[in-house]
């Protein structure tokens, strides 16, 4: 009885014992026992996808897309193209002269000109343009045919010394907004604000209801005479025209023949309306009705003589 005891534990012992050494077999078919290990298992691969996809991915173009990467590559590395200059609509040029002595003396003047010119309105007092074979620009109060010269529209800039002493703009050759006058310590001398030509306090009147043939332009500034004055006759041609400052006559004056804006005679009055006011102007020049000069102070009298139109022949 003892003995079947005996032998009855031993045996379990030596059961045990060969289990305890028999090696475990692992199925690669078989879920994995631990969940941690699973979680750790799927985050190792996914990493590895994210990492290498781009790497172990490739991507054939054809052809027609391959061309338009290329061209959108080359269209970026294009430096951007400069914006072209405009002025109230129209394309401008930039350009400049200079005039006078070397030094802190000289005038430099920067503006604009139109690239494609338009034509001037024929009842403002002076229009402006830019010769640019003398590289200076004209001032024409006569309505002048302009040839080829540009028509000033923009932005106006006069230095002297390298010191502002006029600002301004144009408009199709007439003076436009606010126009300002400088001494050379910066010091503001005159402002005056005109709209596309005329002076914005100036009064003019005309000879039809419509406001279409005007008659008088007197220019006003804080309420004296200032600016530029001009009479027309009721067929458009200018009749006189000049300059007023400080409600003053200054400059020079022009009479017309009534027809071709032909000058007919030229007076002198006072450099500047500060100046003791000219009673008497001086009669400097005088022209006859083919537009020939006949007359001019102290250098040349033919009024008297019967003078040919210039080109022309006598039989």
């Avoid at 269209?75 to 200079?98: D, S, T």
């Avoid at 001398?189 to 000879?207: M, N, P, Q, V, W």
Wanted: with cysteine; proline share 4%; aromatic share 12%.
């Amino acid at each position: 009885m003892r003995f079947s005891r005996f032998s009855l534990v031993l045996l379990v012992l030596l059961w045990l014992a060969a289990g305890a050494c028999t090696r475990k077999k692992v199925s690669f078919n078989s879920k994995a026992d631990s969940p941690a290990l699973s979680a750790l298992s799927d985050s190792l691969v996914q990493n590895s996808d994210t990492t290498g996809g781009k790497i172990a991915r490739q991507v054939t173009l054809s052809k027609e897309e391959a061309r338009a990467a290329r061209a959108k590559e080359k269209a970026a590395q294009r430096k951007p193209k400069k914006k072209k200059n405009i002025f109230l609509g129209e394309p401008i040029k930039k350009a400049y002269v200079k005039s006078g002595p070397k030094g802190r003396n000289q005038i430099t003047e920067q503006f604009y000109y139109m690239r494609t010119p338009k034509p001037t309105n024929p009842y403002v007092p002076t229009r402006y343009y830019f010769d640019a074979r003398k590289s200076r620009i004209v001032q024409d109060r006569a309505g002048v045919d302009p040839g080829d010269n540009k028509v000033l529209h923009g932005p106006y800039k006069k230095m002297q010394g390298g010191k502002i002493v006029e600002t301004g703009f144009f408009v199709i050759g007439a003076k436009h907004l606010r126009w300002e006058r400088f001494n050379r310590e910066g010091i503001l001398l005159t402002k005056i604000h005109y709209e596309k030509g005329f002076s914005r306090d100036a009064e003019i009147t005309y000879y039809d209801a419509e406001r279409t043939k005007i008659r008088e332009i007197i220019p006003y500034y804080n309420g004296k005479l200032e600016g530029e004055y001009a009479r027309f006759l009721e067929n458009g041609q200018k009749d006189w025209d000049g300059q007023f400052e400080n409600g003053k006559k200054v400059g020079e004056w022009s009479k017309y023949w009534g027809f071709r804006n032909r000058r007919h005679y030229q007076y002198l009055y006072g450099e500047t309306g500060y100046d003791p006011e000219v009673k008497e102007p001086v009669l400097y020049k005088e022209y006859n009705r083919n537009g020939v000069l006949v007359y001019e102070k102290d250098k040349l009298d033919k009024r008297d003589a019967v003078t040919d139109r210039p080109g022309s022949k006598r039989n």
